[in-house]
């Protein structure tokens, strides 16, 4: 039996009116971007950092205060939790019509962990910063505020209906299953 890509990846809208997983697949990815630039990206330049300038080269005190009193380990533990917590709040405050307002709150932070993350690498090097730390938080707390805006009248004037990511998940492993098995039945 021979299934179509058609039949396999949809559309992006289907008959019932919500949209197909790419949607999902998307702000998958942004999520992810957000993790790794946010959460991995800024915590290990940070460590780098301050590996090279020591913990008085963090501009942050927080940071400063918990590497100081609880040891680098337990700051990128704590950092990870946080960026984890921090990604995951829109998703469990909002509903499934708020798409384009959570992919706006998680591009700001792909944006925030770039900035630190290159911030961090220069410090690390002793050049010469692009932006200052307060400048960067003052440009993560607008492109949070804007993006966020954007993507509410976004979905208010689309009305996005996005499928569960439960729902999407599973037919994905579908697919990948389905794809497997037409490989073993084409190596028979």
Not at 4 to 20: F, H, P, Q, V
Not at 127 to 148: D, G
Not at 149 to 173: A, F, M, Q, T, W
Request: glycine share 8%.
């Amino acid at each position: 039996m021979k299934i179509s890509k058609l039949k396999i990846w949809g559309s992006l809208k289907s008959e019932s009116g919500y949209y197909s997983c790419w949607y999902n697949r998307l702000q998958g990815a942004l999520f992810l971007l957000a993790f790794l630039t946010f959460g991995i990206g800024d915590t290990i330049s940070s460590v780098m950092m301050i590996g090279q300038q020591g913990v008085m080269g963090e501009a942050n005190p927080l940071i400063r205060y918990i590497i100081l009193n609880y040891g680098t380990l337990y700051y990128i533990v704590i950092k990870i939790s946080f960026t984890i917590v921090i990604l995951f709040v829109p998703f469990l405050i909002l509903d499934e019509t708020a798409y384009w307002m959570i992919s706006g709150y998680l591009v700001s932070f792909i944006v925030a962990g770039t900035l630190g993350t290159v911030l961090n690498i220069q410090a690390a090097r002793d050049e010469r910063l692009l932006f200052s730390p307060e400048q960067v938080i003052f440009l993560v707390l607008i492109l949070v505020l804007a993006l966020t805006s954007i993507g509410d009248e976004i979905d208010k004037r689309k009305h996005p209906k996005i499928k569960s990511y439960v729902v999407c998940l599973l037919n994905d492993i579908g697919i990948i299953l389905i794809a497997v098995i037409s490989i073993f039945k084409k190596k028979e």
